[in-house]
């Protein structure tokens, strides 16, 4: 038995340098690889520790920092929205990991806002730059004023709605599917504007989710991309981390075509409907997260200065140029440049 142990001690001592370059080899392949990568990533860009329906932990209003990739122009756009989740809700969650990292490797708001409750003035908000007056969800109601569809089409800039649910191309259904997969018409904003719905030609750019991956095939993904998933894609009616998985099959394709000079915008409608946490003297509507990915986003930036829905508008205005719409056009409203690429206006 001693002259066992003994051979094994002189083994150990004779190897004792191929087993430590052997771990180092190891551990930089698993780094390289990803899945330690993400660890290394998570642990240099660090986010809120995660804490059920409640906001984000902000400290003053810090502007952030992050790589500055060098963006000139905007190629494309794309919005997605979910639903009714507290920004502290899906920070750190760990059944968002997608999310997650999706924020790590790109650019996070911390502190921004929806307008109120309940969905539709912010999806009203989001596209027309008010609320309208609209205090509730109204699935009959019609809304006469210009909105960010006819911006886009004076600029000569291509647009598309992808709705989750949506039987039709411009269906006009209150509803439609069985719950919880459904669609609903208060949180198709396009549909809600009179010089959209009752325009043939503008009406079918509001079509089914289902041709997006068409489209991004074919090549013939438009310029500005709205998409609304239907109520358990969204989360709304469904786990966040069904949300999460929705998150993790939409967005690596259109990443992929954005990863120049494009820009992502994935928010939420509405925080915990319980929450009026807001900002910027015209949001009330609960603090919701908002992440900032794509090409022309600035990387590994996170941002505690106060934003709101309006903030996102006139983001998507100012790097296209466009006029920006009412309650986008506030003073008390921001920008989100500390976000995105130095070179976009």
């Given at each position: 038995?001693?002259?066992?142990t003994g051979r094994?001690?002189?083994?150990?001592?004779?190897?004792r340098?191929?087993?430590?370059?052997?771990a180092?080899?190891?551990l930089s392949f698993?780094?390289?690889?990803?899945?330690f990568?993400?660890?290394?990533?998570?642990s240099?860009?660090?986010?809120?520790?995660?804490?059920?329906?409640?906001?984000?932990?902000?400290?003053?209003?810090?502007?952030?920092?992050?790589?500055?990739?060098?963006?000139?122009?905007?190629?494309?756009?794309?919005v997605?929205?979910?639903?009714?989740?507290e920004?502290?809700e899906?920070?750190?969650?760990p059944?968002?990991?997608?999310?997650?990292?999706?924020a790590?490797?790109?650019?996070?708001?911390l502190n921004?806002?929806a307008?109120?409750?309940?969905?539709?003035p912010n999806?009203?908000a989001?596209?027309?730059?008010s609320?309208?007056?609209?205090?509730?969800?109204c699935?009959?109601?019609?809304v006469?004023?210009p909105?960010?569809?006819?911006?886009?089409?004076h600029?000569g800039?291509s647009?598309?709605?992808?709705?989750?649910?949506l039987?039709?191309?411009?269906?006009?259904?209150?509803?439609?599917?069985?719950?919880p997969d459904?669609?609903?018409?208060?949180?198709?904003?396009?549909?809600?504007?009179?010089?959209?719905?009752?325009?043939?030609?503008?009406c079918?750019?509001?079509?089914?989710?289902?041709?997006l991956k068409?489209?991004?095939a074919?090549?013939?993904?438009p310029?500005?991309?709205?998409?609304?998933?239907?109520?358990?894609?969204?989360?709304?009616s469904?786990?966040?981390?069904?949300?999460d998985?929705f998150?993790?099959q939409?967005?690596?394709?259109l990443?992929?075509?954005?990863?120049?000079n494009?820009?992502?915008?994935v928010?939420?409608?509405e925080?915990?409907?319980?929450?009026?946490?807001?900002?910027?003297?015209?949001?009330?509507?609960?603090?919701?997260?908002a992440?900032?990915?794509g090409?022309?986003?600035?990387?590994?930036a996170?941002?505690?200065?106060?934003?709101?829905?309006?903030?996102?508008?006139?983001?998507?205005?100012?790097a296209?140029r466009?006029p920006?719409?009412?309650?986008?056009?506030?003073p008390?409203?921001?920008?989100?440049?500390?976000?995105i690429?130095p070179g976009v206006?």
């Amino acid at each position: 038995m001693a002259r066992a142990t003994g051979r094994v001690k002189r083994w150990v001592h004779a190897h004792r340098r191929s087993a430590v370059l052997l771990a180092i080899a190891v551990l930089s392949f698993v780094a390289a690889s990803g899945s330690f990568g993400a660890l290394l990533s998570r642990s240099a860009h660090p986010l809120p520790t995660h804490a059920p329906g409640t906001p984000c932990r902000v400290s003053g209003d810090q502007r952030a920092s992050g790589t500055l990739p060098p963006v000139t122009r905007v190629s494309h756009i794309v919005v997605v929205m979910m639903e009714n989740k507290e920004c502290g809700e899906i920070v750190g969650n760990p059944a968002a990991r997608y999310t997650n990292g999706l924020a790590q490797r790109f650019a996070l708001a911390l502190n921004s806002h929806a307008i109120r409750h309940p969905s539709e003035p912010n999806y009203l908000a989001l596209t027309g730059g008010s609320t309208f007056g609209h205090r509730a969800d109204c699935r009959s109601c019609l809304v006469r004023a210009p909105n960010l569809v006819d911006e886009l089409e004076h600029a000569g800039i291509s647009w598309k709605a992808y709705m989750g649910g949506l039987p039709a191309p411009c269906s006009t259904v209150g509803s439609a599917g069985p719950a919880p997969d459904e669609y609903v018409r208060e949180i198709d904003p396009f549909l809600l504007y009179v010089d959209v719905l009752t325009n043939p030609g503008r009406c079918s750019h509001v079509v089914p989710l289902s041709e997006l991956k068409s489209d991004l095939a074919k090549g013939t993904l438009p310029r500005f991309v709205w998409v609304t998933p239907n109520l358990c894609q969204s989360a709304h009616s469904c786990s966040i981390r069904t949300g999460d998985k929705f998150l993790s099959q939409l967005l690596p394709p259109l990443l992929r075509r954005l990863e120049h000079n494009g820009l992502l915008f994935v928010t939420w409608d509405e925080g915990d409907f319980a929450s009026d946490r807001g900002c910027c003297r015209l949001a009330a509507g609960g603090n919701v997260a908002a992440i900032v990915a794509g090409g022309a986003a600035r990387r590994g930036a996170v941002s505690t200065a106060p934003y709101d829905h309006y903030s996102v508008l006139r983001t998507i205005e100012d790097a296209w140029r466009l006029p920006e719409l009412r309650d986008a056009a506030c003073p008390c409203t921001r920008a989100m440049r500390d976000l995105i690429a130095p070179g976009v206006p």
